[in-house]
């Protein structure tokens, strides 16, 4: 009988695989491991399906099948040069998994991607059996790019020199401009209005050293979700994902369960 550390050592030989799937004009590549209920981690602003390597194989040892694609013009994954809006992520999003030919998923994002993966739950109902939103942003208070700037720049000296070893890489690829754009272009999207057409439940997890997310704007996405709860995460920075991997795994792996019925 394989143990826990097998098979973990196993799924995560598997998530260094990298796959790739045309799409449209897109081949896009992503990462995947592990069998089971279906969970989709969706990468935020700038980054890309590297940055799930502390997650990846941990929830698919768990009993999971977990897949991480790169959105167009990030990773390894061509895309236009001006970036994607909201809607076009989900759209993207949307195309890949028919061409993957998923089943209904549990989809998680980080920070931005979370707009993304509302977005796609509102559009696509039937695709989604749950929402994890991790540090979600999509606040409609005003100046929201500027204190998201702020935020970040505050966050930094939190966040260890191993994530930003791998954000520095991230970023030089996708470039300054595809990233400028994108993040300019997902303020004018609001996440709570969207909330209300979502008919998943949903899990807001939020650290609580992040200061870049509301902690008001966290709990109301979360109120507004079916069966909407915040997960809070108390050494968790704005990369509660990777900073502290183990707890948001957790999390992450008891609400897959629980709305898959395993």
Not at 61 to 67: E, L, N, P
Not at 217 to 222: K, N, P, R, S, V
Request: glycine share 8%; proline share 7%.
């Amino acid at each position: 009988m394989i143990d826990r550390a097998q098979r973990l050592a196993a799924c995560a030989a598997e998530w260094t695989t990298e796959r790739r799937i045309a799409v449209g004009e897109w081949h896009l590549r992503y990462r995947e491991a592990g069998s089971g209920p279906t969970i989709v981690l969706l990468h935020g602003l700038g980054v890309s399906a590297d940055y799930w390597w502390r997650n990846g194989p941990a929830l698919a040892a768990s009993g999971f099948r977990v897949i991480a694609p790169d959105l167009p013009g990030f990773g390894r994954t061509v895309g236009p040069p001006e970036g994607l809006s909201i809607p076009e992520q989900a759209a993207a999003l949307q195309s890949w998994g028919l061409a993957m030919r998923l089943p209904p998923a549990v989809y998680v994002g980080h920070s931005l991607s979370c707009q993304t993966v509302l977005q796609h739950a509102a559009w696509h109902p039937d695709q989604v059996t749950g929402l994890v939103l991790a540090a979600p942003t999509g606040d409609p208070k005003r100046l929201r790019l500027l204190r998201q700037a702020v935020g970040l720049l505050r966050d930094a000296p939190r966040e260890s020199w191993k994530l930003k070893v791998v954000v520095a890489d991230a970023y030089l690829r996708a470039g300054p401009v595809r990233t400028w754009r994108t993040w300019t272009a997902a303020a004018a999207h609001d996440a709570l209005a969207l909330a209300a057409e979502v008919r998943a439940p949903g899990v807001v997890v939020l650290g609580d050293r992040d200061p870049v997310v509301r902690r008001d704007f966290a709990e109301a996405l979360a109120a507004g979700l079916p069966r909407g709860r915040v997960a809070r995460v108390p050494a968790g920075a704005h990369a509660v994902i990777f900073d502290t991997a183990e707890e948001f795994n957790r999390v992450v792996r008891e609400f897959a369960a629980e709305v898959s019925g395993t």
